[in-house]
């Protein structure tokens, strides 16, 4: 019998596609193209039979799913991770985090908190995040090295900085960093508007100018905290949804970061429009900014994925614990345990995501044609036994800690505390440069 060579095969005792939903496949083989997309998804004798690989790896007691999709973060910021905790947002801000990225805000800085960032997603099963910070450019630097993937939000905002004096000028400064990567097949941007409290009317429609000229989505922080709302009704009378619909920036290419305080309306309304959320469980818990109803935002048909925010408010960049947080949130607040299954929190961190980013055709799934950004989660651990649920395991039980592989694109990027690309040694060496810079700032 002929067989067909490939570059790639994952033989796994579970396969988690997500598409279609909630199906699991037992003892099957991932099989990978050599331009990183995958081939064909077949039992494990099937493939052995039928095709031939130049490598293999066999994963017995693995379950293994599509790359974690981290729908809102601001990389940098593990460089702040832990430097002003317990504090409500605006006092975190203003006299905290803001004055220190005034001080020490630089390419630099950009790109080492970025790697940091990475390297630690990278072992914690995400293989795309959404970013919003300074010097994109930079961190664009930093995503290239590490190999993960990463869609750069392009930050505009009306306040000077390190970065920026004006929103005209941060505007022709991330468009002129995203000129620099659009040859980079894992880098793809929006522009990012900070937040309605930090930018004028005629800000955001600049902003909108742009992405519709541009073809970019729009990333920005949207009812994050009852302070915001209050401000929006002092200055311009209305809620910040509101707001941003009277603009034109509501739309099938937003993501709004949080969106923790929403009426019937504003869901109704954020639907219509066809806009995306990334939640942020752990943040908005940490800052003491609410709990949001995911339960309604999902009956109400609205695309709902999953974001760690920054590691100075979370203070992980952890996937799994926001998968599990956002499920039992969801059970606690509604006082139904049915709602937000492990298969919604799951898809949440996947599909979801994917689908805000405009990235669904190419990642969030294990579908022949996508690339093959994957996750091996060994389960052979006495916490993960018996298993009668991978997929409930991979919500409730799991952690990041029990992520053995991932792929981005087909490249094995971290295996098992080794990465493809970045030196622990290098890590180290950004984390002792940098304290001594920030220590002044902290709480």
Known sequence: MNTTEIALAIEARWVIPVIPQGVVLEHTTVLINDDGSIHAILPI??????????????????ALMPGLINLHTHA?????????????????????????????????FVRDGTLLASAEMLAGGVTCFNDMYFYPDAAAEAVIQAGIRAHLGLVVMDFPSAYATDADDYLLKGLEARDGWRGTSRITSSLAPHAPYTMSDRSFEKVMTYAEQLGLGIHT???????EIEQSLAQYGIRPIQRMADLGILGPGLVAAHAVHLDEAERTLLKEFG????????????????????????????????GTDGAASNNRLDMFAEM????????GASEDAAVVPATTALEMATINGARA??????IGSIEPGKLADLVAIDMDHAICNPCFDPVSHLVYVAG????THTWVAGELCYQEGIYAHVEPAELKEITTQWYPKLSPFRA
């Open 45 to 62: 004798a099937e493939a052995r039979a039928t095709l031939k690989a130049t490598r293999v790896v066999r994963l017995d007691h693995h």
């Open 76 to 108: 940098a910021m593990a460089l702040m991770r832990g430097m002003a905790d317990d504090l409500p947002l605006m006092d975190w801000l203003q006299h905290h985090i803001w004055p220190a990225e005034r001080a020490a805000v630089t390419p630099r």
């Open 221 to 227: 922080h949207l009812h994050e905290t009852r302070t």
């Open 275 to 306: 806009c995306h959320i990334a939640h942020c469980p752990a943040s908005n818990l940490k800052l003491g900014s609410g709990v949001a109803n995911v339960p309604a935002m999902l009956e109400t048909g609205i695309n709902v994925g999953l």
């Open 324 to 331: 599990r947080l956002a499920a039992l949130l969801a059970k």
């Open 357 to 362: 980013l405009g990235l669904d055709d190419k």
């Open 400 to 403: 990041r800690e029990h992520v």
